[in-house]
């Protein structure tokens, strides 16, 4: 993480914590948002710590403790991090418990604070869980049964080795667990010991060499769509998981499908849903680091789309979903909302819009709101988008599109339904109004040209097919609009 990111995230926890201090942090964020609505302009660190220290002084009453893990691993320049912090704990009402690696950067810097090792602490329990392991292999217990000492050392080596880290150890173990399945002798196992790398990178290099050319290409792609998404819920997912990616990628323990479901058959929507995890964070930046991730792409194939993949399952989740459909919080509605994501990144991806697999999601959609007893109070007249969950509600298909960023698909949509309509000179001015009025409330209207703006390539379209920019609708034109609009900016950049 970069040290942008633990501030925002240390932000985000204080301020919802104390949100009377949003305005104090960040004013001009904060008149900006008051007048033109969020900003989309990237934050800077030196804004992000300017604000910290102002909350910190504002909040001289209120005792904070912060909890920050893993310094070792943030980009950028350790000694501004260590900066940082030692003003951050100066103030008094503030303490906080760090965690890192013994770096010299930080020993250096903390020496005098108390601190502990973790690994004197886990020594005991990372040597009982290794004697545990071991003496469930009957193999090892006859080894035991010889009063063969070399059994006893190797558990103490594993646990020294391990430097209290459980997640080395539990590799480690397994690996000399599948010796012991194979008959290894000691000495076989203790040099299969000497061979685990000490570190995770080699270690996870190691693991990744060794996944089956046969099960590469479709291993890159499950690795590529957890990368995009946490979730899938099927029992086949685990099995394959276990047989193509050597451990990288786990269903955690105790959230198994039941194992009355059958292997190929979806679970019903009152099923649990669960999760698939990376084995350890390391493991998910190992596999997100730029070169294994350029492999991860090239391995995948070519042609091959995770948001595409994603998108059609959550399109097959809509198909097969049986639970309540209406305008509020249910499973459905968390299906509709990540098809149109994973549509915008397929669309970004691809640089085409995903025209087939929207109007597929209409059309099931659509269906699923027919056969809902709770949609729209039993009146099946009305298109789905009447229940859709947008402050100002929806009439169509495409105002909930509009909602997300596929340009593409909706420029589609404007030049289809202008050819289509009998009354589409009327419609071209309407829309020039209502793309220079609504673009801020509709992602998909609106680009970044330094701050957000009506998407340009719109405006040009409606303009060519003859949209007059004065032209009257409730009292007001597009031109006056954006001369408003182009006021207020002013005025905030040149107060």
Excluded at 206 to 219: D, G, L, P, V
Aim: aromatic share 10%.
């Amino acid at each position: 993480m970069s040290q942008i990111g633990l501030l925002q995230s240390l932000m985000y926890d204080m301020l919802d914590q104390m949100p009377q201090y949003v305005r104090v942090s960040f004013p001009q964020r904060w008149r900006f948002a008051k007048l033109l609505g969020q900003s989309s302009r990237d934050w800077t660190l030196a804004e992000l710590v300017k604000g910290f220290k102002a909350v910190l002084k504002c909040a001289e009453n209120v005792k904070l403790c912060l909890f920050i893990d893993g310094l070792d691993e943030f980009s950028g320049s350790h000694e501004n991090l260590v900066r940082l912090l030692q003003e951050v704990v100066s103030f008094p009402n503030v303490k906080a418990c760090l965690a890192s690696r013994p770096w010299i950067v930080f020993e250096d810097a903390f020496n005098q604070s108390p601190n502990l090792q973790l690994q004197d602490l886990t020594y005991p329990d990372i040597l009982k869980f290794t004697w545990s392991m071991f003496h469930q292999s009957p193999h090892f217990l006859r080894i035991k049964g010889a009063d063969d000492p070399r059994g006893d050392i190797l558990i103490s080596a594993v646990a020294r080795r391990a430097a209290g880290v459980f997640l080395w150890v539990d590799l480690a173990v397994s690996s000399l667990l599948s010796g012991l399945s194979n008959r290894d002798r000691m000495v076989d196992l203790q040099q299969r010991l000497d061979e685990v790398p000490p570190d995770f990178e080699t270690f996870y290099v190691k693991m990744f060499s060794s996944i089956e050319k046969f099960y590469f290409q479709h291993a890159c792609q499950l690795f590529a769509v957890v990368a995009e998404s946490k979730a899938d819920y099927c029992e086949t997912i685990r099995r394959r998981l276990l047989s193509r990616c050597k451990g990288f990628l786990e269903i955690p323990s105790g959230l198994h499908m039941p194992p009355d479901v059958e292997e190929n058959v979806a679970p019903p929507s009152h099923e649990v849903v669960v999760k698939i995890s990376y084995l350890h964070r390391t493991a998910r930046d190992f596999l997100e680091s730029a070169k294994i991730k350029q492999q991860v792409l090239a391995g995948a194939g070519l042609h091959f789309s995770a948001a595409v993949s994603l998108f059609r399952s959550t399109i097959l989740s809509l198909k097969t979903y049986d639970g309540d459909f209406g305008k509020g919080k249910n499973k459905a509605w968390d299906y509709i909302e990540h098809s149109f994501q994973h549509a915008a990144k397929c669309e970004a991806f691809a640089g085409q819009p995903q025209t087939r697999l929207l109007l597929k999601l209409d059309e099931v959609v659509t269906d699923l709101a027919r056969r809902s007893e709770t949609h729209h109070d039993g009146d099946n007249t009305l298109h789905w988008p009447a229940n859709a969950r947008i402050p100002d509600g929806a009439n169509s298909f495409i105002d909930i599109v509009a909602q997300y960023n596929v340009p593409r698909f909706i420029m589609q949509v404007i030049r289809s339904s202008l050819g289509e309509v009998r009354d589409a000179e009327l419609d071209k001015h309407l829309l020039l109004i209502h793309l220079v009025r609504d673009y801020k409330k509709m992602p998909g209207l609106c680009e970044w040209a330094g701050d957000r703006v009506p998407r340009l390539s719109f405006v040009k379209f409606l303009l060519q097919f003859g949209a007059n920019p004065n032209h009257q609708h409730e009292s007001v034109t597009a031109f006056e609009l954006a001369l408003c609009e182009a006021v207020v900016v002013s005025k905030l950049r040149n107060p």
